[in-house]
Structure formats: C-alpha cells, structure tokens
C-alpha cells in the first residue's frame, strides 16, 4: 500500500507577504492583519509550563515597554490550549513578579504553525521550535531566526535588529557586523564608476571607494 503523500507547505522568506490568519489568543481572536500598521515580533516556543519558555517569556515581557516605544509588538504562540497559557501566565506573575503583557496564540490545530513553518520534525513532531519573526507595518517578513529546543534566545539580538531594520529603513543605508545605535552605518556601494570616483569627495569615512561609513 502507498503512503500518501503529505502536503507541502511552502516556508515564508525574507521580503515576501507574512501570511494571514485568524486564531484564538490570551487577549481574545486576533489576526495578524491587526496588527498593519506597526512593527510586529512573532515568536513561538515549544511548550507552556517549561523551564526555558519561562525564561523567554520573562525575557520578553522585561524588553516589551522597549519595543512599544520603537512601535513594535510581541505576538507569541505555541501548541497549548488557551487555558494552558492563561495558567502559565499567571503563574509566571505569581512565581515571579513578571506579568505578561502580549498576547499568545493557542494552535492547538497547528494551522498558525504551519504556515510559518515553526514546527520542525527534526526537533519535534509535536511542538513547535523557538522561532522569531520579524514583520514591518506593511506585513512584509523582514527577518527569521530558527533556534533549537534546548536553547534560549537572546533579546539584546532581538532588539539590536529591530534597531538596525529601522535604521536602515529610515536612511537607506545598511549595517556593519556588531552595529549598535549610535555607530556609524554603511553606505550603499556606487553603482556606476562617476559615483565611486565621487564618493571619496563627501566626506564619508573611506576604507575603499565601495566600503564607506557615515553617521546617522
């Protein structure tokens, strides 16, 4: 007898159309074209009521005051029922201090999870990985990040980018390895021979005629 053949799903890429949805939450049914209109980190992690979750989750809430006024806000999301993630939530506050102030998505069904392929069979047939998307306000995916179970994420990462996509964004530049707000940014490399032969006249700091900074 054949095995029948299971679906594939496209995965989501960098620049393309967030895919939409519809799904229940810890703050009532939401979907992500709520949320046009401003910057938007969706997470997902393996399991409510788990050590490296509780972590994250605190993590997230502590950097979440941060990320609002950069216009941005958290959506999380894993497998667990709506019951189980207001139980956790409250937990963390009662054990900790820590109020989760974001909504989280229950996908029991798996529909969420897999159109943003967040579930990995290689890790887990069941739950789903840690992963990070970030989308602009125009719901385009500007950046995806894929950790493994047993590994926490780490939010000076998370929100350096935001700082640099925004950065970019607003200058039309790029950033460097490492950059931090307040360092000095790339600029766009020439694209005819008149323009590289001018470039070393604007007062750029120059490495090469295609490898120039300036500040913002």
Known sequence: MEEQMQEVVPMPRLGEMAPDFEAPTTHGVLKLSDFKGSWLIMFSHPADFTPVCTTEFMAFAQIHPELQKRGVELLG????????????????????????????????????????????????????????????????????????????????????????????????????????????????????QEMAEDRLKQGYECVDWYFCKKNV
């Open 77 to 192: 999301l894993s497998v667990d029922s709506i019951t189980s993630h207001i139980a956790w939530a409250r937990n963390i506050e009662e054990k900790t201090g820590v109020k989760i102030t974001f909504p989280i998505i229950a996908d029991l069904n798996k529909d969420v999870s897999t159109k943003f392929g967040m579930v990995h069979p290689g890790q887990s047939k069941t739950e789903t990985v840690r992963t990070v998307f970030v989308i602009d306000p125009k719901q385009v995916i500007r950046l995806i990040l894929y950790y493994p179970l047993s590994t926490g994420r780490n939010m000076d990462e998370i929100m350096r980018v935001i700082d640099a996509l925004q950065t970019t964004d607003a200058n039309g530049v790029a950033t460097p390895a490492n950059w931090r707000p307040g360092e000095k940014v790339i600029v766009p490399p020439p694209s005819t």
